[in-house]
C-alpha cells in the first residue's frame, strides 16, 4: 500500500446524460462516448438528474448521518437478506467504513422492512424518500447498461432479457477519517463484487480509478455526478469479521494486472472490471451511497450471445457468482494471476510460479 502513485487531477470526461433516453437525439453519439469510457477504463462518469437538490440534502444531511448515529445493535439488527448488498458490516481492518444495505428498495418492501427495524414507530417520510431515489436510480443503472450493451453490439431486446436477471441494491457508507495518515487511503484498491455499481459522492473528496496505464486519477464528488464501474465480486468486503483484510494482501495487487470481472463473463471479455480505491487527503468524514446491480442469486453468468461472433470467440464458460467466489479466495485461487480465466476462461491460464 506504500507505493501509492499520487492521483493526477481530473482525466476521466463527464457523459452528460440529462434529458436522455433512447432514440433520442444524441443518443448514439453517447451510447459511444459511454462505451469509448467503459471499454477503456471500466468505468464513466455522468451526468445526471437522478438526484435533485432535495434529495441530495434528505439522504446525505439528514438520513444518512441519523442512520450512521443510531446504536450499534439497532444497525446490527437491519436485513442481511441475500442479492446486491447484505445487511450491516463494521468497519474492518484497512476499510474504514461502516455500510449498510438495504435490498430491492425500488419496489417498496425492503426500504419499508429496513425502516421499521430503524424506527419501529414507522418513517413513511424516509421510505418514500429512499424509494423514489431508488427508483431514479434503477432507471439511470438501467439506462447505463443499455448504453454500454448497445455500444457493444447487443440487441435491445437481449438487453432488457439480461437486466431482468439482475437484482438490484443500496448500501450506505460512513467513513472517519482515513486510518493511516499518511496515505490517506480509507477503502484499499479493489474490484466492486457487483455486476456493476453506481457510486454518488458528496461533497468529500475519495474516490480514485485507476487508468489501463497504471496511473490514478481521482474523481471528484461534484453535484449531479455519477460513477458507473464494472465490477467484480467482493462480497467479502460486507463480511462484518476481521479476517477479510487477507483479500488486500500483494496477491491481490499482482492479480490487479488482470481484469477478472463478471462483466468480463457477461460481455465476452470487452469489458475490463474497474479497479478503484478511496483516498481522502483532507481527512474529513464522508457519506456514500451506491447503488447496484447483480445477478439474481442461483443464476449463472453467461456471455450475452450478441457479443460471441466468429470474430470474438466464447472467452469464459458460464459461472456462478457463489462457485467462483469461493474459489477466488481460496488459496488455490490465490496462486493464479488471473482467477477467472483460469476459473471458467475456455483458454485456460498455467499456475503462477
Ligand atoms: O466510497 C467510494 O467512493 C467508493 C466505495 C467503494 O469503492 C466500495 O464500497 O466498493
Ligand atoms: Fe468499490
New binding site residues.
Partial sequence: MRNLGVAQSMEIPTVDLRGMAPGAPGWEATRDAVTASMVAHGCVVVAHDALGEELRRALFDRYLPEIFKLPLETKQRTPTTKGAYGGYSRPVQGLACERIGINEPANGDGVRAFADILWPEGNPEFCETMVSFAKNMLKLDEMLEALVLEGLGVRADSVRAHLDLLDHGIQL?YYGAPPDAETSIS?PA?Y?YMMNNV?V?HEVE??EVRLADGRWVDVPPEPDTFTFVAGEQ?RV?QDPTPSPSYIYTSSTERRSQAAASCVQVATNGRLPACY?R?RTPSSRERF?V?FGLTQKPGMEVRALDDLVDEEHSLAFNPLRHEEYFNWRYSEEGFKVDDALKAFSGVEKVAAMV
Avoid: E
Wanted: charged share 5%; net charge negative; proline share 0%.
Fill in positions: 457508507s477503502m479493489h466492486d457510486i459522492q475519495g474516490l467482493l468486503l478503484h478511496v456514500v451506491q
